[in-house]
């Protein structure tokens, strides 16, 4: 009697037990979803995805997953083109006779994949919407240039309200024209409208934020027929688009995976079709595992370290020297076969190749300061008075990227050459976003790793945020009035080519003063099975998903 | 008895407050998490500042754990960063895992006690020999080389299954990373019910039970088993909790979308709300487990009894 009645005890704490921990799990919608992702997938490209890391609106994503969407969903005014020039798309043309006040008209007849039209308020109301302070924008920095931009986004005082709600500088003349009016001459300026943050919203965006969200609309080549947050999203051709990259395929998977070894052993397997993000571990023998359908080429984006310019022992006159040799012990070559497989490429100035010689990209700018040359390194760090205390640390984030190994053989390569193997050490941090908030505040005191991904290929994406004093990514606090005036020039300069050659004087000069180090260029890979042909890469390293042809 | 169930039930209560402020306490000690959100680039101070306010960063820790203990009350564990309801994470993550949980403990259960039992009852004998050998390889292997061998060689090389689980998670697809995931806790199992079935062999109720004249398999289900399985009861409950915590490896190696990846990803993110919503129905499945453990001891040996 007595384990019968406990056994009734028992009975009721399960039942407490499975419900506070089973959830509702319908099956069938499961297998509905096990059907849409696997099986035969007639036409469908399957590709690697990842967890876009904030919700996908234009002005708001700025990660490469995010980004990889908007791309196959929105026509911007201009895309970039395999070669990472800016063309005309959404736009008729962008006209300006002042580099200061521009007149953009749009192609008449435009629609979003919703059927609704594309006009000049499409564009207007969606900067107004990014530029916006209380609508938390990540990338509203990019409206900056826009005249009226202080008003809606005051950002001295974080405690400032904004003062208006839209810019002024922006006007619609009427639905297929609208006119900008920048704070000052900025000759290159239409040619960063292929970003992304410079998209066009479709009226539901405004009326309804969260259906949005669930499944947002745009007018590129790709619509979205499903998304399930955290696992996968279904693109098809968007029977409105009229723009000239018409998808080559019959849609697009894109398959959430929580590691990119996983989508490897898929890849291999035959169940994923194209990877982007080759796991390190199998870089060595990639090209055997997939029978040549591999590629890597330099992407946009330059890693570096830099040195706390705002510190006195790293900024006294003579550092420049130290700095410079620094520079020079590390062997770039040998650290970017051994450690990343040939998937980085040593830096030659502090562009991309992705820009090409005509957008300023220079393999011979930098010059002797990115050479390997042992003799002259550590002659001119003993010049400059030696590395400050005798032991410089070189910080990272130990969180993602294994970055442990590329400052170790940077430290290494330095000791070396100054025959002392406690010269340079490696000084990890527990995770990115401490490691991100001590150099936000200007809390380092000793050099550390830092990278930047180009917004849009041109040269100015690369110097200006970067070393311009105040520039919105100088994490270095780097400040040298000559630059800043080279800048201001090749901004106003109308001719392209003279004010490339403008910004190249003063990426040279920044080169002199050195407050970073320039390390390698990323490679942007891709793996793809053999059930798809044509895979290619963009300027900004994502898969050109409408030219994928499945076979 | 039913005392002692409501005890138990308050006790979690000072438990329960306790661990959610720890990881609170932890998660918030990762650093800045909107300095994280703007990548390698210098956050705008007005956007920063506009996000602090929302999610309550400038408060005192204390004050936005209460904060976020009010809204839990009520149902709502916040938003992740992506502005997903935490609550929605919770609702596709643990039935993922939930199913996994249950593949790997049923066939640590079943697999587990069998192997324990022949082998206790052969002891000494070459299968005895076999299985302590080979449970002694699998715990020393941790679980991320079986899961990555299994996965080349059954996946890759020999396409016997998918490498990966598809989406949704069903039942066949989960057998080889339920194994895995079983694999350490299936070895433990095994040697704990062997040593108990071999002690309670030559036990004199058994002896009483032969000498009885019952038949075999009489002596050893209803008299030996019931005693012999009171420890492996107490490991395969608290194991429970083990495996839902520890799927975390196992999922992201077969890209299951389950808790383990959704925890990962918190952290990765620097989302307490994700992180601690996670971890708190985590702690709610441990103490439910322990609980449940408790009282089977007296349904297997009723001179177990409650005060």
């Excluded at chain 1, 199998?282 to 090209?287: A, M, Q, R, T």
């Excluded at chain 2, 449970?135 to 941790?142: D, G």
Aim: hydrophobic share 40%.
């Amino acid at each position: 009697m007595r384990g019968a009645k406990s056994a009734k005890w028992v009975v009721g704490a399960a039942v407490i037990a499975l419900a506070a921990t089973a959830c509702s799990s319908s099956d069938s919608d499961s297998k509905d979803k096990a059907k849409a992702s696997s099986g035969s997938s007639d036409g469908i490209v399957r590709a690697w995805w990842g967890d876009p890391q904030n919700p996908l609106e234009p002005a708001n994503t700025n990660e490469v997953q995010g980004g990889k969407v908007l791309d196959m969903i929105f026509m911007n005014l201009k895309e970039y083109d395999a070669t990472g020039k800016a063309q005309l798309e959404a736009a008729d043309s962008i006209t300006t006779t002042d580099q200061q006040n521009f007149t953009i008209k749009i192609k008449p007849g435009l629609k979003f994949s919703d059927g609704t039209p594309v006009t000049s308020s499409s564009f207007v109301d969606a900067w107004n919407y990014g530029a916006l302070v209380t609508n938390k924008q990540l990338n509203a920095y990019f409206f900056a240039d826009i005249d009226g931009y202080a008003a809606v986004h005051p950002s001295d005082d974080p405690g400032a309200k904004p003062t208006a709600q839209t810019m002024s500088g922006l006007k619609v003349v009427d639905d297929t024209t609208f006119t900008v009016k920048l704070a000052q001459k900025f000759s290159t300026w239409p040619d960063r409208l292929g970003y992304k943050a410079f998209a066009p919203l479709p009226k539901e965006f405004f009326d309804n934020h969260a259906a949005y969200l669930a499944k947002p609309i745009g007018d590129g080549p790709y619509m979205i027929e499903s998304y399930t947050k955290g696992s996968s999203m279904k693109l098809v051709p968007n029977p409105n688009y009229a723009g000239p990259s018409k998808p080559k395929n019959k849609g697009v998977l894109l398959k959430v995976y929580t590691s990119s070894d996983t989508a490897y052993a898929d890849l291999q397997s035959g169940q994923l079709d194209v990877l982007d993000d080759i796991p390190a571990a199998d870089l060595p023998h990639v090209k055997d595992d997939l029978g040549g359908r591999y590629l890597n080429q330099p992407a946009g984006i330059i890693q570096t370290f830099s040195f706390p310019m705002y510190k006195a022992e790293w900024n006294k006159p003579g550092m420049e020297k130290v700095r410079q040799g620094i520079s020079m012990a590390i062997d770039r070559k040998t650290i970017t076969d051994k450690i990343f497989g040939g998937t980085r490429t040593p830096a030659q100035d502090l562009t991309s190749p992705v820009l090409g010689a005509a957008g300023g990209f220079s393999d011979t700018l930098a010059g002797d300061s990115v050479k390997y040359d042992p003799v002259k390194a550590k002659q001119l760090i003993t010049e400059g008075g030696g590395i400050p205390g005798g032991q410089m640390k070189l910080g990272y984030n130990a969180d993602s990227g294994s970055h442990k190994e590329w400052v170790d053989a940077v430290c290494n390569s330095i000791n070396n050459v100054l025959g002392n193997n406690k010269a340079c050490v490696g000084a990890p941090t527990g995770t990115f976003a401490d490691f991100r908030n001590q150099i936000t505040k200007g809390q380092m005191s000793q050099p550390f790793r830092s990278g930047w991904q180009m917004d849009y290929p041109l040269i100015d994406d690369f110097i200006t945020p970067l070393y311009a004093t105040g520039g919105s990514s100088n994490d270095s606090k780097y400040s040298n009035k000559t630059v800043d005036n080279l800048i201001k020039q090749a901004n106003a300069e109308p001719d392209v080519a003279k004010s490339i050659s403008l910004y190249q004087q003063a990426e040279k000069q920044v080169l002199t003063d050195m407050p970073i180090v320039p390390l390698w260029y990323q490679n942007g890979q891709a793996g793809w099975s053999s059930k798809v042909s044509n895979v290619k890469e963009n300027a900004f390293s994502y898969p050109i998903f409408t030219d994928i042809t499945v076979n | 008895m039913g005392r002692y169930v409501i005890r138990r039930l308050l006790q979690m209560v000072p438990v329960f407050i306790g661990t959610t402020l720890l990881i609170f306490v932890m998660v918030w000690g990762l650093g800045d998490p909107v300095a994280a959100m703007f990548g390698d680039r210098t956050p705008d101070p007005a956007t920063a500042a506009q996000i602090r306010l929302e999610y309550h960063l400038n408060d005192p820790l204390i004050q936005q754990y209460w904060i976020y203990m009010k809204g839990v009350f009520q149902g709502d564990f916040g938003n992740a960063w992506n502005q997903q309801p935490v609550t929605d994470l919770l609702k596709t993550a643990y039935p993922v895992t939930l199913r996994l949980t249950i593949v790997a403990f049923v066939i640590e259960a079943v697999i587990g006690v069998a192997l324990g039992v022949f082998a206790g009852l052969r002891r000494g004998r070459f299968f005895d020999t076999g299985v302590l050998a080979m449970t002694l390889i699998v715990v020393s292997i941790p679980t991320f080389v079986t899961g990555y061998v299994l996965q080349y060689f059954f996946g890759v090389k020999w396409s016997i299954v998918h490498p990966s689980v598809g989406e949704g998670a069903p039942f066949k697809d989960l057998l080889m990373p339920g194994l895995v995931l079983a694999g350490v806790s299936l070895a433990y199992v095994a040697r704990l019910t062997r040593t108990s079935v071999a002690e309670n062999t030559r036990a004199d109720y058994l002896r009483t039970a032969v000498a009885k004249g019952l038949p075999r398999r009489r002596v050893i289900t209803n008299h030996m088993l019931r005693n012999s399985l009171i420890p492996v009861v107490t490991f395969l409950g608290t194991d429970i909790g083990n495996l839902m915590a520890g799927a975390l490896v196992t999922e992201r190696i077969f890209n299951i979308h389950g808790v383990g990846y959704q925890i990962y990803q918190g952290i990765v993110h620097n989302s307490p709300a994700t992180v601690v919503g996670f971890v708190t129905i985590l702690v709610i499945v441990f103490l439910l487990a322990n609980l449940l453990v408790d009282l089977l001891y007296a349904v297997l040996d009723p001179r177990i009894r409650y005060a």
